[in-house]
């Protein structure tokens, strides 16, 4: 039983609390990922790479296929049991994964935490349980700030710990999830009346059947697409990063943190400080764009710097930060389109998109690297050659954006919180219909 009650103020700094925790967590091990894996197989860097990326791989598939069913779970059964099993998977992973005397030991933690699913996504959709539609960007926002907030410390801390063995931080932050489960126990109250609460159906709990349900919102389909080339390609940095700076700047796993913690600070700055007020001031439009045009500029920048311009590194670092910026902007609408018994479905939805593209972009990213660096037949030496792929893709995803924004005059027109965007169903002048071709204007 939680001592907090769903509309107290405490309510909103419990979940970001928790969300805050779980990022501390999964950044503390991202420094020195790399050196576990080539101290278990003897390898070098591309190697490590490698099954970096497949151990990500398997992490998201089973996301992918168990997503829809939480997120249909918290829809029926509250969001707290849910979020909370999350937490007690991410436990038994980074523990799995600090005992592992080889290399399969930590598919086996990967296997566990994708089953369990992220508490990010259950969390998201707790978050618009207790806001109003109105507010959800700007709360989407201190979400996205918790994260990169969490991403601050996490990675310095695994930096820092790593001196010590690069198993140490896989026990801290086992130690750290399964404390978040006790204050997720004590603390954090449940957000979903059961007033609001719907059947569970097996054929929306799936990711394709989630994704087939919300096709009675056009809008959120074309936003999804968007997002998901984004995310996919978005990955090249979480997924390469640190094997590129050991590559190309023969960084240590402490450099790796310390210098993953400035991307934290200036990202956590732009959700908590740049959403809110930019999409007050301009709509979700123009951020959405800026937030993606600057992960153009700064993947492409650090494609094609070398081992004597690492202050770049840093610029391209502080710019790819705004990027930050676009996924909030993009969910808030997302969220406004779908009844508010079915958040956890959208979020799921969501999460299971995201999950599909950080199944082939971190595996796409790491396989390139690998090629570009000691792969035999590659055209050249080039480890930046997965961020310009990165680069080329999010181009793509701004274009698609920015043709669906002008479409549907997303830039203008109110979203949908209640009401599908069927004209039958919704209230007059609440529904987001495309604008008239040449020809229907004809007409």
Known sequence: MAFVKRDSPLTLACILITILLDMVGYGIIVPVLPELIRELTGGGVSQAAVIGGWLVFVYSVMQFI??????????????????????LGLTFDYAMMGFAPVVWYL??????????????????AYMADITAPAKRTQRFGLIGAAFGLGFIIGPVIGGELGAFGPKVPFYAAATLAFANFLFGVFVLPESLHKTHRRPFSIRRANPFGALISLRKYPVVLWLMLALFMFTMAAQAFPSVYNYFTIEVFRFSSTQIGRTLGLFGIVFALFQAFGVGPLVKRFTETPVVAVGMLAAVVAFAGIAFIDGQMQNWLYLYIVIGAASGLAAPAINGVLSRQVPDNAQGELQGAVNAANSLATIIGPL?????????????????????????????????????????????????????????????????????????GKEEAAE
């Open 364 to 436: 796409a990213a790491t396989q390139i690297f690998a090629y570009f660096t000691h792969g035999d037949g590659s055209p050249g030496y080039f480890p930046g050659a997965p961020f310009l792929a990165a680069s080329i893709l999010i181009l793509g995803a701004v274009a698609l954006f920015s043709y669906i924004a002008l479409r549907f005059d997303l830039g203008h027109k109110p979203s949908v919180a209640a009401h599908p965007i069927v004209p039958e169903m919704a209230p007059p002048g609440q529904i987001l219909v495309p604008k008239p």
């Open 66 to 87: 168990f997503s829809p069913v939480l997120g249909n779970l918290s829809d029926r059964f509250g969001r707290r049991p849910v979020l909370l099993g999350s937490l």
């Open 107 to 124: 598919f086996i933690g990967r296997f566990v935490s994708g089953v369990a699913g992220a508490a990010v996504a259950t969390a998201t």
